[in-house]
Structure formats: C-alpha cells, structure tokens
C-alpha cells in the first residue's frame, strides 16, 4: 500500500545564510492570512550543535513559536550533519536508508500543507541521500529557491540550479537587493531569468534591520562579560567601529556611525569615553582590562551595556563582523520586518496556484 504525502514544498538555497527562515516566517504569515494551514519540516539538520554550543532543536523550537505550530506540527530532521555523524556515514557504519524514512516523513499529518526547509545548500546531504536536489527530484517536491543579491551574475547560480531541479523549481526569491537598485535590478533580470524558465516570485530590499544583530548575540559569540546594563542586551547593533586613533579623530568617526559596536582597548578610556557620547549600542574592550569607574558609571546611565572580552582587537573585530547577515534571527522586530516586506514584494497568490493548492 503506497503511504500518500501531503502537498509539500521545499524552501532551499544554494549557499547558506541567504535567508530561507526568514523567507520561510514570511511565507507563514502570508499562507495564514489566506487561512491555508501547513506544518513544518526539516529534513536534515545542518549541525546539532553550532560554534556556540547552541542547539539545532532551539532554533527549530524558535521556528515553532514564531509560525505558531504546536509541536504536533514540527517534523524534525531525520539525520544531523556533525562530525560524528558525516565520520559513521563516510567509514560504513551508518547504512541506513533514509531514502527510505522520506515518505513517512512526507506524509505529514492530514493534508496540510508541509513547508520543508531544505539544508544550506542544493547538495549538502548527497551522501545521506537528504539533498534538496535527491529530495525534490525523488519524490517530485517542488522548490522555492531563496538566494541573496551580490550582483546580476548570481543567475549563473539560478540557472545551475534549473538545471539540476527541472521544473521542480516554482520560482526563486532574491534579497538583501540595495534599495536604490530593486528597480533596475528587477528590470535587468527578472525577463531574463522568465526567458530561462526562472520565476522570481520575490525580490526583496535590503534591511540594515535584517542584516543586524543583538548585542545578546554578540555576547554569546565573543563569551563576554557584561559589565553593565543586561536589561539593554536586546539593542540591535547595526555597525561595527573599531577605536584605536587618537580622541579627536575617533570622535569624527564615531558620529559618522549609527547603533554601532564600538571596540577598543580596556585601557583607553578617551574612546571608550568618545564612543558613548554617540550612537553606540555597546562598548566592547579587549584585552580584560577593567574600565575606569567612571567610565563604566558614564556607560550605565545613558544605557549603553559595556562588554569586556579575554581577546585582542583584530581577533574580537572578525567575530563580530562575521555575525552580520549570518546570525538567525531571534528577535520579534525582525519578524514583523521580514512578515512586512514578504507582504509587499512576494507573489503569495502566484505561489498558491503553482501549487495548486486552497
């Protein structure tokens, strides 16, 4: 007897962090304003455990609690990609069949329409035969592929992908596009990619707001200690400044940024002094030296948290940096932000009747 599966999609990507989640909180929202129910599902899951010792279960509890889905909804990955696990696959000792486990995993429950988020990329999994490209070309899943905006040669990417898809690609969403762009950039390449069989169903604007991250985050990243202000550790920090010139110059620079991070030595007090007198979501200083009192006085009453990190400048800058655009987002204003711009530049009925579901 052939297990029937539900309807199904799979919200993939070519390269990791280029917004499927997002895209996927954004979906939801528009999915139930047309009072279509769904689950959700995550066949492989990239990692148990990230740089941070975070769980992959806690980010998909998130994703739980953002689209509203009581666990009854939530299919979890079938196989995580950690060491352990790639070494057991790789070496022979794990030979299960998790081509095998798919249409149980598809089948759902009812009827509902199953949103898939696929691994990070279109392949990754190829060797547990949990890849986008095995799962969509398999059991004929259709695709959403979610990819962001560098330049016009990302449709090499997209037609790659076509290739490898068929017609299990419905239709691709491009972002994180400079907003003084969308119109030239949707003009140059929407027609062309419609002429290579591509549907772009969203082209969505860049967000400094989207690309931002938590001062929370950013202690969890950096293993800092907070000296100051924990209840401000949800400001958003949007960009990242570095002190390390002498007070008037800094003063210069620093006013030029908005909600910065601003790092700089534990014992130069003349920036760290500097910095709070601008827009600075947080001081971080390196090198654990402890702060001037009044310095950390200053930083407490205009509510600016103070962080302190066992690490030099250059190595505390590329953590920071590299969180830009890469953490997941788990702040409510981010949510309503990629719930708003998916309202205003994603194709929802478009999408709806290429599945052809009501």
Known sequence: MTTKSSPALLIASIEPYSGKSGT????????????????????????????QGRSEEEDIKFMSQVLGLPESAIQLPLVYLEPDTIEKRLRGIDTGDYTGQLPQYLQGRGEKLLLLEGAGTLWEGNSFDLSVTQISNQFHIPVLLVTRYTSPLIVDSLIKAKQDLGNNLI???????????????????????????????????????????????????????????????????????????NVNAALEYFRKGENMAVVTGGDRSDLQLAALETSTSCLILTGNIPPDPRILSRAEDLEVPMLSVNLDTLTTVEIVDRAFGTVRFQEQIKVECIQQMMTEHFAIDRLIEKLTIT
Request: with cysteine; glycine share 8%.
């Open 24 to 51: 996927i909180v954004g979906l939801a929202h528009l999915l139930k304003q047309r009072n279509i129910v769904f689950n959700y599902g995550k066949p492989i899951g990239t990692s148990i455990n990230d740089e």
């Open 171 to 245: 239709g691709v969403v491009i972002n994180d596009v400079p907003v003084g762009e969308l119109e030239d950039v949707q003009a140059l390449m929407t027609p062309y990619l419609a002429r290579q069989g591509i549907e772009v169903l969203g082209m969505l604007p860049s967000s400094k707001l989207l690309r931002s991250v938590s001062v929370r985050e950013i202690v969890h990243q950096l293993g800092a200690t907070v000296l100051c202000r924990p209840d401000r550790l949800d400001w958003l920090v949007e960009s990242l400044a570095i002190g390390a010139m």
